[in-house]
C-alpha cells in the first residue's frame, strides 16, 4: 500500500511525506492566508504528469537504445472556472534534443506512456482532455 502525509507548518503551509521518505513543502499563495513559498498542490499534480510520463519516456527510449542529449516536458493546463477548479484540458510537449533522434521510437516511447503506463495520466484522464506533441531538437 502506497502512503502520504502532511503535517501542517503554519499558514497554508504543509510539509509532506511520501511512502518513499522524501519530503517536500507545500503552500497557497498570500491572498488564502499563504506565504507563497513553495509549490501549490495544483501545481503539484502538473509536474506529476510531467515526472511520470517522463520516467516512462526515458526508460522506454533506453530500451530501444536511443541516445539523447536533453530531455524536458513542458505541461499547459487550462482550469473549470467553477469549483472544483479541475484540470479540464492539459497539453503536453515533449522536447528531446540530440543527433538523428528517430521520430517513431520517439513517437512509440510516448504512445506506450500515454495510453499504458503513466498512472497520472489515467487518473487525470476521465475530467482532463489530454493531448500531447512533441519536438526534436538537433
Not at 511525506?17 to 502538473?46: F, K, Y
Not at 517522463?54 to 536511443?66: E, F, P, T, Y
Not at 482550469?79 to 472544483?84: F, G, R
Request: aromatic content about 8%; charged content about 25%; some cysteine.
Amino acid at each position: 500500500m502506497k502512503q502520504a502525509l502532511v503535517k501542517w507548518i503554519d499558514g497554508t503551509r504543509f510539509v509532506g511525506l511520501g511512502h518513499a521518505n522524501h519530503s517536500l513543502v507545500i503552500d497557497g499563495p498570500a491572498d488564502s492566508g499563504g506565504l507563497d513559498s513553495a509549490t501549490r498542490p495544483g501545481e503539484l499534480i502538473l509536474m506529476a504528469l510531467a515526472g511520470c510520463t517522463g520516467i516512462d519516456v526515458v526508460s522506454i527510449l533506453k530500451k530501444m537504445h536511443v541516445e539523447f542529449d536533453s530531455f524536458e516536458i513542458g505541461v499547459e493546463a487550462e482550469v473549470a472556472e467553477t469549483y472544483p477548479k479541475i484540470y479540464t484540458k492539459i497539453n503536453i510537449e515533449y522536447r528531446i534534443r540530440g543527433k538523428n533522434i528517430p521520430a517513431d521510437k520517439l513517437e512509440r516511447a510516448i504512445k506506450l506512456s500515454q495510453e499504458t503506463y503513466c498512472s497520472v495520466t489515467n487518473q487525470l484522464r476521465p475530467s482532463a482532455e489530454i493531448s500531447y506533441r512533441y519536438k526534436i531538437l538537433e
